[in-house]
T-cell receptor, first 114, second 107 residues
Framework: NAGVTQTPKFQVLKTGQSMTLQCAQDMNHEYMSWYRQDPGMGLRLIHYSVGAGITDQGEVPNGYNVSRSTTEDFPLRLLSAAPSQTSVYFC?????????????FGPGTRLTVT | AQRVTQPEKLLSVFKGAPVELKCNYSYSGSPELFWYVQYSRQRLQLLLR??SRESIKGFTADLNKGETSFHLKKPFAQEEDSAMYYCALRNTDKLIFGTGTRLQVFP
């Protein structure tokens, strides 16, 4: 099993550009989520999904969109990148459809917006 | 509001010294708490959860409802314990993370 995979590992964007961060898991987990990690702020939940076709907002959803068309994939879209979105992004998945038991994390995507 | 507080950004100790990483929470109801760890260049991973009442890599954490705390303890720190530690609280479908404490263990 590859576990949770994320692409790309690194990305530099200019303000106003759009992009999609990819996340996939091969563990048949119902629950998937996106976090951003910033110094002094810990991990903050952006969006999450309890199953295919179901998504919900987390603590800091503004500027991000998600969709969950399959169990395996949970892409995160930045529609118009801003410097405030410079961060490390982590995708995670969990066995429980009600979320938040042991979450398995991806390796992260380091995004810089100039 | 549900909240997790880790008051220390950095904790530095020498090898063999006891370690206590503090975590306090705010939650209305019966909390489920976790400690996650991120070693250098590795993924964030679950260290332990309070419902398991287990010891992992010598670490233990006891839930104290009266003090609303879930401190992580280890009697004798090792250099390989150096990492970022996050306390987390389950809130229905979500995990709420604290801001993290970086543990540095010097030889």
């Amino acid at each position: 099993n590859a576990g949770v995979t994320q692409t790309p590992k690194f990305q530099v964007l200019k303000t106003g550009q759009s992009m999609t961060l990819q996340c996939a898991q091969d563990m048949n987990h119902e629950y998937m989520s996106w976090y951003r990690q910033d110094p002094g702020m810990g991990l903050r939940l952006i969006h999450y999904s309890v199953g295919a076709g179901i998504t919900d907002q987390g603590e800091v959803p503004n500027g991000y969109n998600v969709s969950r068309s399959t169990t395996e994939d949970f892409p995160l879209r930045l529609l118009s990148a801003a410097p405030s979105q410079t961060s490390v992004y982590f995708c995670a998945s969990s066995y429980s459809g009600r979320g938040a038991y042991e979450q398995y994390f991806g390796p992260g995507t380091r995004l810089t917006v100039t | 509001a549900q909240r997790v507080t880790q008051p220390e950004k950095l904790l530095s100790v020498f090898k063999g010294a006891p370690v206590e990483l503090k975590c306090n929470y705010s939650y209305s109801g019966s909390p489920e708490l976790f400690w996650y760890v991120q070693y250098s260049r590795q993924r964030l991973q679950l260290l332990l959860r309070h419902i398991s009442r287990e010891s992992i890599k010598g670490f233990t954490a006891d839930l104290n409802k009266g003090e609303t705390s879930f401190h992580l303890k280890k009697p004798f720190a090792q250099e390989e314990d150096s990492a970022m530690y996050y306390c987390a609280l389950r809130n229905t479908d979500k995990l709420i993370f604290g801001t993290g404490t970086r543990l540095q263990v010097f030889p």
